[in-house]
């Protein structure tokens, strides 16, 4: 005798989170952000996608740890933008191998532009100018 499958409950439906990043990584992405340009909570919750409690728990952790943030408020709206006292200077070895890795880019470049690949080429150049704001 054949089974018949039972019927089955109708399963709720997950709504689909937004892919969150770790905790180090989404850290690091507030360093580089507050490093280049002064911003605010909300930026910075666009940013990582996370709340503003998560974003203000990060800066809190940041400054324990030892960055120092510097807070600035905007006069007639009172918003308050965040932004590292101190801007972040790699070692002059990472920038030694930063610069390195875009002499390789270059060659690589030269090498492939024959083969007329707008894409790759295009990537090339995004990578390149990526490279070239790490090393300053």
């Not at 360093?31 to 998560?54: F, G, Q």
């Not at 809190?60 to 600035?72: I, M, N, Q, R, S």
């Not at 083969?115 to 080429?121: C, G, N, P, T, V």
């Amino acid at each position: 005798m054949p089974k018949h499958p039972q019927p089955s409950m109708p399963q709720r439906r997950r709504k689909r989170r937004p892919h969150r990043d770790p905790q180090l990584v989404r850290q690091w992405k507030l360093l580089e952000r507050l490093n280049h340009a002064p911003s605010s909570v909300k930026e910075l919750m666009a940013v990582c996608r996370v709340s503003e409690k998560t974003v203000r728990r990060d800066l809190v952790v940041l400054e324990k740890v030892g960055f120092h943030l510097k807070e600035t408020v905007e006069k007639p709206v009172g918003r308050k933008y965040w932004q590292l006292n101190k801007p972040l200077q790699l070692p002059e070895t990472e920038r030694q191998q930063y610069r390195s890795v875009v002499r390789l880019l270059d060659a690589l470049a030269e090498k492939v532009a024959h083969l007329e690949d707008k894409r790759l080429m295009a990537d090339l150049q995004i990578i390149r100018r990526q490279l070239v704001k790490k090393c300053g």
